[in-house]
């Protein structure tokens, strides 16, 4: 008994009326044991056709029905077909039905296949490597648990050295290359790489060789790789590049090789030339505590990301406990390398896949009602075609058919709206989207589609099917009257009450999301954003290496900038707010020693030429600007510190006058001449961080990676190309890069937020509708249904304002059941939400509140126009009408 | 008369001798008409044949082979036999003096 299948038996003993489960199961087994000994898939196969088969013919189908057809394959096949040419008629004769539900399918189903698009080859599918799912990222864990992707090199090496789970690993680290020499300086994208780093992807380049061990040494590694698109761009596609020596930021390199255009650069999408890293223990910037080192690990075969994340915890802890100073003791692990990648637009991406399969749920329960609807209608066919013999198995199956086949219309009309919608869609994403270029209406998108399709299909096709069938209503030939029984009319409430709810969370997700959007975009940045131009400046090369040229050209470089006509004031710092680039100094007061000079508070530095503070409009709270004896002397160490430095610093006291040291013992005090207000540097949704500024000429290092702001009388676009000439004709032979406006900089950093809130948008639009096709759809039914009652209440003397209120109310009625069960999901979603959400509850009742009065007036204005017609019923007509 | 699947039923039930169930009915019928009918069917037919009083059924022992469950046996009653003689008959005469091709039963 052990051997035989549990799970068919247990359906038969779950389906069978009891008379005849005893013995049927009794056949079935000592068929199965006798098959299975010769035969055993034969016997296990055979055994869940019978079981289903004996399920569906005994329990299901009635056993009065008088021509009893046998079940076979080809009996099967035939009905199936036949039932589908059937569908096609009966639909083609009801072509505004049929267009209508197309129509509502194919918009859903179009733009979940679209979203699919998006969401499968950025989340789902794997990196274009050999075996991605090995691929992964080490990382080191804060002792507060928070996960830090860069680690110092020696900890790289260590944790290399003693995993047994690794097969091949790299470490990875970021370069900013300018090319000079025959064309135009130009700055490109670049990654320093450990020698591993192409092998442990498992590709190589197209043209010449590979990074060997020998290029990863301190002063073996003039060599680079560069992508295909660099390859073609500046050298032309030309094959006799390998052995070519270029000049890259001043130092000759030899190109070695070419990746294949193919080549996904999984950690930097844009990166377009590769040199070794040439790390060595003891290296200036191999130390544990410099942690600036990304990593990409190929983990052994048969090993778990898990397993794996397990021993480099371990490792961690061993290190910890060997240099107690360096750790925070945290631990460490390793993540899949394509979800560190796409970390960033996961929440976004997995937000609109979420509401897009709502609209879809609202289209199919819109499509099942309608049909449901027309089922009632058709009772009288479906009652003479019984009592002309067809079987209410038949019948079950005509229904299901004809779903079906409207769903694959819908399907076949949602994939061309999805094709109409992809480039919008994709075009509208926020630039960081990672493996956007594999974006398409593939073949899994197709595959998606025809899916979503059947399932959509089956489930339209059965709910008409059982709801007739359940409650006898296939045999109502005596009748003749088409009433809508009260159970029915139960059932299509229920899908409309499920369409509002459904509908309720959309809007509420875009009340949420509009919400957020609009207090992030009053939140004050600190400094004026409007009219700034902002451009990245670096000189490098073999001229800007004496000292005092870097800064002299920063001079040059203001003094033609400011001659442009329409730019009122230009400066140059290390640092601007908004651009995510991170530079942070412990800041220690003279006045306040502290113990532990670690726990002083870190402050962004910004470096900055003359005139940073006016350019930027960073009110002054207290204290003065830099004077021009200050920017020009470079003895003098002034500061400028943020309102919440100083408060942090000195609480409640002035700061003006005192001193500041940045780093450590070995560098010199700054006096603090003003307190400026605080300024949003890492984001507008981020806590405030606090800033020290100091003049450039008195910093310890001449800084090349400049930032310039420039604040223009008019629109910033307009005056940007200028600027962008100005700062090229001070040196031609620098590579110049591309100005934006500080409006685009906002607009990016809220990019993500926006394609949500619009694509939400779209889509609570597309569910109102289809919620208010819904209601009106019932109420208009039961109002032609109760059209003599109308009358009789009519003749009765009750007068037509008051008939009108009696169908709203019951229109609204239905909306607030809707709005009950909606609300509980709107709660979840908002929760799902989270991390888009800003300074807003996701149960924020304004906001619950505001979707709710949405859904209601809409569901309302849906019932106007039955109730309508249900106040302007004639007594007489209705009293004749039998 | 009688429904195609019933004749065949109740043909292989007689055959059997009143020793035969499901699935030796099944067999039988199988064996003659090469038609593999889902055992669900025959038990559809049986309950339908006993309903009209057409066969009689009694419960055999509960056997190892099957799981320990008991399976039930049919007979035909007389009802039955005169039904199928009849239907049978009624097929005879309406193929009487037709060239089909083939020699009649």
Known sequence: MSRVPRIPVAILEALLPEESREVVIGDLVEEYLELERRHPLRARWRLWREAVGAAVSLQLLPTRVPAFTPYTMESLVQTIVGDLRQAFRVLGRARGFTALCVLTLGVAIGATTAIFSVVNPVLIRGLPFPHPERLVAAYERGADGSRNERMGWETFADVRRASKSIESAAPVGSWEATIFGERDAERVSGERVGWQYFKTLGTHPMLGRDFVAEDDTPDGSGVVILSYALWRRRYGGDSSILGRVIDVNGIKRTVIGVMPSSFENATLREAQMWRPLGYVLGGASSCRTCRHLTNVVRLKPGVSVERASREIDLIFAQLAASHPKEYAGGGGGVVGLQERVTQSVRPVLLTLFGAVLLVLLIAAANVANLQLARAFRRQEEFAVRMALGAGRSRLTQQLAAEGLVLALAGGAAGVAFAAALLPALASRLPANVPRAESIALDWRALAFAVVISVGVGVAIGLVPAVQLGGRGMFDSLRGGRRTVGAASRRTRAAFVVSEMALALMLVTGVALLGRSLTKLLGVNPGFDGSHLVVMPVRAGGVTYQAPGTTLQNHDRIRDAVAAVPGVLSVSLSTEIPLTANVDRYGVQAQDKPLDHPELAPSADRYTVSPDFIRTMRIPMLRGRDFSPAETRDSSIHVAIVSADLANKLWPGEDAIGRQIRLSDAKRPWWRVIGVAGNVRHMGLDEVVSLQVYVPERAWWDEESDMMLVARTAGDAKRVASAVRAAVRSVDPRQPIATPSTMDEIVDLSTAQRRVALTVFAFFSAIALLLAMGGVYGVMSGAVTERMREFGLRAALGANPSGILRLVLRDGLSLALVGLAIGGAGAVLLGRYLGSLLYAVEPRDPVTLGLAGVVVVSTSLLACVVPARRAARVDPMTALRSD | ?105
């Open chain 2, 1 to 105: 008369m009688l429904a195609e699947l019933e004749q065949a039923v109740l043909l292989a039930t007689l055959r059997l001798d009143g020793e035969g169930y499901g699935l030796t009915i099944r067999d039988e019928i199988a064996r003659a008409t090469g038609r593999d009918l889902a055992i669900g069917t025959i038990h559809k037919t049986l309950t339908r044949l006993e309903v009209k009083e057409l066969v009689a059924s009694r419960m055999g022992a509960a056997s190892p082979h099957r799981g320990g469950r008991a399976k039930r046996h049919y007979a035909v009653t007389a009802l039955g036999v005169r039904e199928l003689k009849a239907t049978l008959r009624s097929i005879q005469r309406l193929a009487a003096g037709l060239r089909l091709g083939f020699d009649p039963p």
